[in-house]
């Protein structure tokens, strides 16, 4: 998993994080108040579900409202879901799995 801070456009006390989350193999991005305790405190949080967002230019335009984009973060995000992957099953859970479809 990877995961980077972004600075703030105009600082409000929010904390913006945006990354790739190899579990679910999903890029994600968060905007949050630092408590963070508080679901009034999440202005976005996208990326929970597996292959939700599979594009790098998507999840860095969720973020534009609040963020600074550095110039290098496409490539930087694109690089860490190359590096990283995504987790696969391993061959033997998938062919229990196939196995008991075919019943």
Not at 31 to 55: F, H, K, Q
Request: a negative charge; charged letters at 30%; aromatic letters at 8%.
């Amino acid at each position: 998993m990877s995961r980077h801070r972004l600075a703030l456009l105009r600082p409000n006390g929010i904390e913006i994080w945006i990354g790739w989350d190899r579990p679910l193999a999903t890029y994600f991005a968060q905007v949050l108040s630092p408590d963070g305790d508080d679901e009034e405190a999440t202005y976005l949080w996208v990326g929970t579900s597996r292959e939700e967002i599979t594009n790098a230019r998507a999840v860095i335009d969720m973020v534009r409202p609040y963020a600074e984009i550095p110039d290098d973060l496409y490539h930087t995000l694109c690089a860490d879901a190359g590096h990283e992957g995504e987790r696969r099953p391993p061959l033997t859970v998938e062919r229990l799995i196939t196995a008991l479809l075919r019943r």
